[in-house]
T-cell receptor, first 114, second 109 residues
Framework: GAGVSQTPSNKVTEKGKYVELRCDPI?????LYWYRQSLGQGPEFLIY????????DSGLPNDRFFAVRPEGSVSTLKIQRTERGDSAVYLC????????????FGPGTRLTVT | GENVEQHPSTLSVQEGDSAVIKCTYS??????FPWYKQELGKGPQLIID???NVGEKKDQRIAVTLNKTAKHFSLHITETQPEDSAVYFC????????WGAGTKLIIKP
């Protein structure tokens, strides 16, 4: 079946601009996670949704980062006033439920801030 | 909070030999330990996982062992093949995955 998809695959933006990154989870998966991965490092947790609500947003680095999941399926990660330090691969994962533990990842969006 | 350390950072083995990657964790409440394989330009792929009530799990050429007392777990790959070359990540979870820094596995032909 279809896995997690993310769009765009690559995004180049200028410092100070606003970007939106989209994640389509596996159909029926209620839990959705956003991670950020810098070169040579493991993924870093950003935010976790259970259904439509953000159950844990403790990983968001500051208030320039925001994520929504209005209908409990597709999620959008929004970054305002981008900075060069925001450059990374943004990964999305979904899980059939919080208690299932197994997370399945999309291919990521590579964000480059110039 | 949880901290996961992973060793080695790079591992080079001859094709057909075995590879072992080790991780330690700090939070005794962690009860789920997955291993992910990440190829260049792709997202992490779950290859095997183990829960805290099990000491070992095997899936064909891949096995994971867990020692809860010592708080460490290991990935074992036998009969390595060129397609095993990738970066491997361990993680520990109570509900949120905390990741190791990764091991670059190189399979020499």
């Amino acid at each position: 079946g279809a896995g997690v998809s993310q769009t765009p695959s690559n995004k180049v933006t200028e410092k100070g601009k606003y970007v939106e990154l989209r994640c389509d989870p596996i159909s029926g998966h209620t839990a959705l996670y956003w991670y950020r991965q810098s070169l040579g490092q493991g993924p870093e947790f950003l935010i976790y949704f259970q259904g439509t609500g953000a159950a844990d947003d403790s990983g968001l680095p500051n208030d320039r980062f925001f994520a929504v999941r209005p209908e409990g399926s597709v999620s959008t990660l929004k970054i305002q006033r981008t900075e060069r330090g925001d450059s990374a691969v943004y990964l999305c994962a979904s899980s059939s439920s919080p208690s299932s533990y197994e997370q399945y990842f999309g291919p990521g969006t590579r964000l480059t801030v110039t | 909070g949880e901290n996961v350390e992973q060793h080695p950072s790079t591992l080079s083995v001859q094709e057909g030999d075995s590879a072992v990657i080790k991780c330690t964790y700090s939070d005794s409440a962690s009860n789920y330990f997955p291993w992910y394989k990440q190829e260049l330009g792709k997202g992490p792929q779950l290859i095997i996982d183990i829960r805290s009530n099990v000491g070992e799990k095997k899936d064909q050429r891949i096995a994971v062992t867990l020692n809860k007392t010592a708080k460490h777990f290991s990935l074992h790959i036998t009969e390595t093949q060129p397609e095993d070359s990738a970066v491997y990540f361990c993680a520990a979870s109570n509900y949120q995955l905390i990741w190791g820094a990764g091991t670059k596995l190189i399979i020499k032909p």
